[in-house]
């Protein structure tokens, strides 16, 4: 029997999984360590930390899996987007990475658009300037910390870090590419193009390869730490998002998924490149060779769900704890006593500003309609509801852009509690499954090993391994109630943005 390895870099651990040619999960191994947030707003992490947590992890799963060394054929990488790592010319680490989630860079943002002008960014990158992408990151090092902006001669992603700490060898791959704003995504390379606009070196970015290939093998010293044998090749991987999607089946037209973590994630599978004039949703190379996907992304998806659970929802937790349930599943049957539509209480959910569809770093939560007759059901209730809102936010831009919904792929938070599934079915007017993957950035990295050791001809193919396992259709009434009151949402932003820049302004 052949087995792989899946290892997903994520912003609170790092994962690993080691999973059976037949799709079987054998063993499960997860690392936590801390976001550091020197200041509001910002958010670090120091690149050493993923490599620390990745040999605890992959070791531990090995071990726990009980499999021969040489049965391992593949390792593959999933990690988080944009987050920077900076390496001098002897590949040590210059200072803790910039996260997906900082937002310090509104200013070089503003500097970049300008510069390279809206026409442009779409025509090279395919994106807009945001503060989570890596191009601003390494502007606003060049500005507040010159020397080691000096001292820069190697830009890297989280996983590509930890890849190249395992193997010695510098790289990356096309889907956390497309993430840093100066990837060409249409021709699947670094675009030379903004790069010499910016003045910034093109040979600080290595070698791009497509997500199942290939991209070193492992050294003698960390295969013995590891428990596998020395020379087990390493595919490029893929971002956490891409590698959610080919973990959850998101391979072809039609394909779309919705992932509630910390953050919202809209994906829709594209076979050509599609770039909404508006740039409001992303496009970025799929996992899937010579394929693109549109995405769009709230900040504040799962995390308004565990904000409320820790500062309103103190009666659910300490039920929770009593109990042995989780916290979100008694907050779930709280807000199920509730009324669709919450009897008109709303929630905005921009607890981190916003990306997908405001681009507003100043955005700001709120609580709107609240009145006497609103009690704590009501407020739990609206706080999924405002969530499920902000996700069709993209949704509706999908619409706009005809890309060709069949269903919609619940995973992560909104997948595994059926009241969440019946939310997101209701108020998308889609319908909703699951499928049977787990550990879904984890199990398509592993998908991606199979296909590079050739345990598999291609991504399609492993990826037969993916069946849905419940469905959930949306109700005719409840899907009316719910299209009246994301009108009612859709207007709130607008109305309230002046106010989110002024409180910011006073800050």
Not at 441 to 448: D, M, N, R, V
């Amino acid at each position: 029997m052949s087995y792989v390895i899946g290892c997903d870099v994520g912003t609170s651990g790092t994962k690993a999984i080691v999973v059976s040619e037949g799709g079987k999960i054998l063993s499960n191994v997860m690392v936590e360590y801390p976001l550091s947030t020197p200041r509001p707003g910002w958010a670090e992490q120091h690149p050493d930390t993923w490599v620390k947590a990745a040999f605890e992890a992959i070791a531990g799963a090995v071990k726990k899996s009980g499999v021969k060394a040489q049965e391992v054929k593949a390792l593959g990488f999933s990690g988080q987007m944009h987050s920077s790592v900076f390496l001098d010319k002897n590949g040590k680490v210059l200072r803790p990475a910039l996260l997906w989630c900082d937002t310090r860079t509104h200013q070089e943002c503003l500097e970049i658009t300008r510069k390279v002008g809206e026409n442009h960014l779409r025509q090279w990158v395919s994106n807009p300037a945001l503060e989570g992408f890596t191009l601003p990151k390494i502007l606003w090092v060049k500005k507040h910390e010159p020397k080691i902006y000096k001292q820069i001669a190697q830009v890297l992603m989280p996983k590509d870090y930890v890849r190249y700490k395992l193997t010695g060898v510098l790289g990356t791959e096309v889907s956390d590419a497309a993430g840093t704003l100066y990837f060409d995504v249409k021709n699947r390379c670094w675009s030379k193009e903004i790069l010499s606009k910016l003045g910034i070196p093109l040979i600080w970015f290595p070698q791009v390869v497509e997500s199942q290939q290939i991209c070193g093998h492992l050294t003698i010293a960390a295969a013995k730490v590891l428990g596998v044998k020395r020379g087990t090749p390493v595919v490029g991987g893929g971002a956490d998002n891409t590698c959610g999607a080919v973990g959850n089946g998101i391979i072809k037209t039609g394909d779309v998924m919705a992932s509630i973590g910390t953050s919202g994630v809209f994906f829709a599978h594209t076979d050509q490149v599609k770039v909404d004039p508006k740039m409001r949703v992303h496009t970025f190379c799929h996992s899937v060779p010579k394929k693109w996907y549109l995405m769009g992304v709230m900040l504040s998806a799962g995390y308004s769900l565990r904000w409320y659970r820790d500062t309103l929802g103190l009666t659910e937790k300490e039920i929770g704890k009593k109990t042995g349930r989780d916290a979100y599943n008694v907050l779930s049957d709280l807000a199920e006593k509730a009324p669709e539509g919450s009897e008109g209480l709303l929630f905005l959910p921009y607890l981190m500003g916003e990306r997908t569809p405001h681009k507003d770093p100043h955005a700001r939560a709120a609580f709107i309609g609240a009145s006497a007759r609103h009690g704590r059901a009501h407020f739990a209730r609206s706080v999924f509801e405002g969530m499920i809102f902000g996700m069709r936010d993209s949704l509706e831009i999908f619409r706009k852009l005809k890309v060709p919904i069949r269903q919609v792929v619940a995973t992560g938070g909104g997948a595994v509690n059926p009241f969440q599934r019946q939310l997101q079915a209701d108020i998308y007017g889609e319908e909703v499954v699951t499928v049977n993957s787990q550990e879904a950035p984890a199990f398509g990295a592993a998908l991606l090993a199979m296909v590079g050791s050739g345990l598999y001809p291609s991504v399609s193919e492993a990826c037969n391994l993916i069946k849905v396992v419940t469905r959930t259709y949306p109700r005719k009434k409840s899907v009316q109630i719910y299209n009246g009151w994301y009108q009612e949402f859709k207007r709130l932003y607008p109305a309230l943005k002046p106010s989110f820049a002024s409180i910011q302004a006073k800050l």
